[in-house]
């Protein structure tokens, strides 16, 4: 894709995204309804300020990234498919299970390209995981895995209050990288049929708690569980330090992945390091250059929002 556009700098990855996508294609400018924000984000990155959403909407760009609030992905992306606009979207795809919905059908009549930041299915962790052990059934039947992603980001006061804004955020901690989690395990073991999960407010820090007026949880565990017998465990906090892990464990044999490396332990035999042989691009690479696995497309969108949604539901 050669010319792209940024819709909303709400989300704390706009920046992010501005730095990749300008690898493979150019970001021409930015709309952003919050004037005094598009004018900062514009000079920060040497990006063209668009006047109106309009002039946006009827520029030659081929697609666009949205990183408004979340409570607006379906406004926006609807009125981006009526442009006729490629789409690439930054997690959740929706805070409600009906607007997810609405979304995946628009797209679907649409024939346009589109795709969902859940960048850990595009690890090389996961696709390791997948194709070199499950795939090939060397841990026996699965009956456990757990995931566990988290950073000090409130204990430290480095979140926006925006981002404590249960209307426009749709919550804490679960909603917001409790789906990199959330999504590994729908892309490796599919939906659960049972959830549960445990929220707190768990900082001290006085700048976060002063912004998190609507007390959305920075830490939390959810419990799901499979008709088979698996149980999933997706741990995420913004008030911990430690690695990226995820355990998974069957009748036969273990594998985890923790501290940047992962390993496997077979019965009667040694615990061995696993060379990461199968990665992705990661799904903005994969949007640019357009070529996008089905994995971060409208379904896994709509998926993810509905674990979110059960686990809000039963708490």
Known sequence: MKKVALWGVWHVHAGHFVDMASRYGEVVGVWEDNREWQDEFCRKHNLYAYSSLEEMLDSDVEGVIVCTETSRHKEVIIKLIEAGKHIFTEKVLAITDEDALEIAEAVKKSGLLFAICFPNIAYGFTQTIKAEILDKGLLGKVNSVRFRYSHTAASEDELPPHFYDRETAGGGSVIDHGVHGLSVIYHLFGLPTRYKAMLSVSTTNKGSLEKNKDMVEDNSIAVMAYDDGLIAVNECSSVTSGPLTIEICGETGRCLFTCDKLTMKLEGQDEVVVEESARMFHPLKQFML????????????????????????NQ
């Open 290 to 313: 357009e070529d996008i696995d089905p994995a971060f497309g409208v379904d896994t969108g709509v998926a993810v929002t509905y674990m979110v949604n059960q686990l809000y539901k």
